[in-house]
């Protein structure tokens, strides 16, 4: 849980609303090709015969708290010949806008990690 005080009161925000909120966002982005598990949770939801076929919005997404401040990790598979310096600085900026605006949290820092490259 985010928790946010201001001059009405508290505000709790769920970390799974931050892992769809910025799952969405970084399908969309230019060079992503898929998103790779990045937490236990999303491995062994990957690794049950059941659930292979569904896609889940959150997968590649790690979104964690400090002082108030958020800490996003993504790990993401590129397309072959997509210049990656480019594309994760793109990301980072897209990210870092969607949930400051959004949620008018701030946003620490997005690490991208690049998992693999799809030809």
């Not at 690794?47 to 993401?76: E, M, N, Q």
């Amino acid at each position: 849980m985010v928790l946010i005080h201001n001059h009405l009161g508290e505000i709790n925000i769920s970390r799974q609303f931050f892992a769809q909120l910025i799952g969405g966002t970084l399908t969309n982005c230019f060079g992503v090709a898929d998103t790779n598990a990045c937490t236990p949770k999303q491995s062994l939801r990957e690794s049950l015969p059941f659930t292979r076929k569904k896609k889940y919005i959150d997968k590649g997404v790690s979104v964690r708290t400090v002082r108030g401040k958020l800490h996003v990790d993504l790990h993401i598979t590129v397309l072959y010949g997509v210049n990656i310096s480019t594309a994760v600085r793109s990301i980072q900026h897209k990210i870092t806008y969607v949930i400051e605006d959004e949620t008018e949290i701030e946003v620490e820092n997005v690490n991208v990690f690049i998992d693999g490259i799809k030809s």
